[in-house]
């Protein structure tokens, strides 16, 4: 509702799958501007929470309040309308176009000339070009189709595309999983950038360097709960070592699950 309220919060989320407990009340809140990793082990959680903040799946139970606005988004469309999305490494991408189509894909410039549409490929091509050079990303030429394109190009193209329709929370799962080393720093620096502009980003990892190298903060999935969240210059590799594996309960942490995970 206000500026002061936190852009997400999630207050006792769960989600069950037939029997299973994937999540039994995640709480957590994050503001404009903020890198959150979310670690966590195998099967933890970590990735229906992630679908259920960007309107993938629904939550059984519990509260996603965005903006300090209570929204349950029942499809990814929704999610995206107010400023939340998924990007992948290449998934939402068409491969068969160039950078400056990708750009505009759904959002084209069209003017009408004595009622005939025109497509305004200048306009578009340096409104694609400011993007991205703003955001300090190299695309060799912006007019060559996807297909392509590295993997970390790809990324780069989907993130500041986002930024630049107003994203406001972008979800990674796992970003880096396919990318080389200096693909993945750049990776990271790149989310830095766009966190500096005021973006919120939650970014799920297993490679514990990069949630220290990236995030502001570091919050602990651990059986579907939350098992730790910390500022990240107040803990350590270890300390998050101990959340993940159940050895450190502490502060918020609850009871173990009484018939093993
Ligand atoms: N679509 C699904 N159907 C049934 N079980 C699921 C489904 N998605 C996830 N799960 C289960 O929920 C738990 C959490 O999974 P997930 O969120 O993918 O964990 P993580 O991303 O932390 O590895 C696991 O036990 C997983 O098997
Ligand atoms: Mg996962």
Redo the contacts with the bound molecule.
């Keep these: 509702m206000t500026d002061t309220a936190p852009l997400l919060s999630l207050q006792n989320i769960t989600?069950n799958?037939?029997a299973?407990?994937?999540?039994r009340g995640v709480s957590f809140e994050m503001n404009r501007g903020e890198v959150v990793a979310?670690l966590?082990?195998?099967?933890?959680?970590?990735?229906?929470?992630?679908?259920i903040i960007a309107g993938g799946?629904e939550a059984t139970s519990g509260k996603v309040m965005f903006e300090g606005k209570e929204c349950n988004f029942t499809s990814p469309a929704e999610a995206k309308a107010a400023g939340i999305e998924t990007v992948y490494q290449d998934l939402s991408l068409c491969t068969n176009v160039d950078v400056v189509a990708n750009f505009f894909m759904g959002r084209e410039i069209v003017k009408r000339y004595f009622g005939i549409p025109i497509l305004q490929e200048a306009e578009m091509y340096a409104a694609t070009e400011k993007a991205i050079s703003n955001a300090g990303t190299k695309i060799p030429s912006l007019r060559v189709n996807v297909e392509h394109l590295s993997g970390g190009q790809r990324q780069a193209i989907e993130l500041n595309r986002f930024v630049h329709w107003g994203g406001k929370l972008v979800l990674l799962?796992e970003p880096f999983a396919a990318l080389g080393v200096e693909q993945t720093r750049r990776g990271l620096e790149m989310i830095k950038r766009i966190a500096a502009q005021g973006i919120g980003v939650v970014i799920?990892t297993h490679i514990m360097a990069q949630a220290f190298q990236v995030a502001d903060r570091i919050v602990v999935?651990r059986q579907?709960k939350v098992a730790g969240d910390v500022a990240r210059d107040k803990t350590s590799p270890d300390e998050i070592v101990r959340m993940i594996t159940g050895e450190a309960f502490q502060g918020k942490a609850q009871e173990a699950r009484p018939n093993g995970p």
């Design positions: 989600r799958f037939g299973i407990e994937a999540l979310l966590g082990d195998n099967g933890a959680g970590k990735s229906t929470l992630v679908k799946l799962d799920i999935i579907g």
